[in-house]
């Protein structure tokens, strides 16, 4: 499979005083439109003010600094005005309409990941604004604005010719935006930084998987996610996902080495990682990650909504499972190899501390 794996940072697409959007482009990461996948990056500055709009593509949104107010409008149903914070994960599935406000001094970053399949370009996200200078406003004549919304030509034209900005704008901080209601929250958002933990490993890392138990509409979505924060030198099983899913993956902090192994067992990536890297793993590659010492954390999607993985490593590892005769046939060795072999790595699973 002759296809560049190279992890790529995002490029900004527009911006404004209140921010910016930045993408990642399937014409530089070409697993991006291989494997239906868009992947974005919103960050707003204190007062900026992301205007509603809605996608083409079911997302996995992630806080990765920062704190707002995220506005969610489901199909057919009333606004959610939801506090968010650093580590919150949101499902958005087809046809919501969101809108995003900072009105803090720290700056709001929010990382989109989702499924382009139906997407009008392959391995991107398609936004379509409610308001602003490309919005549905500036598209109708005045007539049909006029006829939809039931108002006087003379107050159309006003509206339209206000739409100045595009996509983010920058409100004046005496500007009163809703209040946030806590309440809101249920069943929206998952802070993978306060869950349950799936995985603890003393020295080695955690990760809380998102999946339809902790947030049902990741079913909607079709998509299913994990947030893997890794301790200094630790490393991360060689493993693969056995359900054909696809694994994209964003380096949130630390930095690190990455080996991807495909087909006939070539080494297809091999390089070092660092926060704000984007790579994606394809279907059936093995992947395994070694962090420097400050550690590394990276959120990841998955193109199923309750990903099944298997590992090569460890006292969970596919090896373990297999009997010894095969092991010794398979290797070409002797029983003492074997039991060399079995021996090793029986307490740690997925994550192994460094070497003493």
Same mark, same amino acid.
Request: hydrophobic letters at 40%; charged letters at 20%; proline letters at 6%.
């Given at each position: ?61 992630? +806080?990765?600094?920062? *704190? /707002?107010?995220?506005?969610?409008? !489901?199909?057919? %149903?009333? #606004?959610?005005?939801? $506090?968010? =914070? ?73 509206? +339209?010719?206000?739409? *100045? /900005?595009?996509?983010?704008?920058? !409100?004046?901080? %005496?500007? #009163?935006?809703?209040? $946030?209601? =806590? ?78 192994? /495909? ?94």
């Amino acid at each position: 499979m002759e296809i560049d794996l190279t992890p790529k940072s995002a490029k900004q697409v527009y911006g404004s005083p209140g921010g910016s959007y930045s993408a990642w482009s399937p014409s530089e990461l070409p697993m991006l439109g291989k494997g239906n996948i868009g992947a974005a990056k919103l960050s707003l500055l204190q007062h900026g003010f992301a205007l509603p709009r809605y996608s083409d593509s079911s997302k996995v949104a992630y +806080v990765l600094q920062g *704190s /707002g107010v995220a506005g969610i409008v !489901l199909p057919e %149903s009333e #606004e959610k005005v939801i $506090p968010i =914070k650093k580590g919150d994960a949101l499902a958005l599935p087809f046809g919501v309409v969101t809108w995003w406000y900072n009105k803090e001094d720290t700056e709001l970053e929010v990382l989109f990941l989702g499924d382009t399949s139906k997407a009008h370009k392959v391995g991107e996200f398609t936004d379509f604004f409610l308001t602003g200078s490309n919005g549905i406003f500036t598209g109708f004549s005045t007539e049909f604005v006029s006829r939809a919304w039931d108002l006087e030509e003379d107050v159309v034209k006003s509206l +339209v010719g206000k739409q *100045s /900005g595009k996509g983010i704008v920058k !409100l004046e901080g %005496s500007f #009163e935006m809703p209040e $946030p209601k =806590k309440e809101h929250r249920d069943g929206l958002v998952l802070n993978c930084l306060e869950a349950p933990l799936d995985v603890d490993i003393e020295n080695g890392g955690r990760v809380v998987v998102l999946n339809t138990q902790n947030l049902p509409l990741v079913g909607e979505v079709g998509l299913g996610a994990d947030l893997v924060r890794l301790d200094g030198s630790a490393m991360c099983s060689p493993g693969f996902s056995c359900d054909s899913a696809l694994q994209v993956t964003y380096i949130v902090r630390g930095s690190g080495r990455v080996q991807v192994v /495909g087909v006939d067992g070539l080494r297809v990536l091999e390089t070092t990682v660092k926060a704000g890297s984007l790579f994606i793993v394809p279907r059936f590659f093995v992947v395994s990650k070694i962090c420097d010492p400050e550690g590394m954390d990276w959120f990841s999607i998955i193109s199923t909504p309750n990903p099944i993985f298997t590992h090569l490593a460890g006292r969970t590892s596919a090896w373990k499972a297999l009997s010894p005769q095969v092991l010794e046939a398979s290797f070409s060795v002797d029983s003492e190899m074997e039991k060399l072999f079995r021996s090793k790595r029986t307490a740690d699973a997925i994550f192994f501390p460094p070497p003493n």
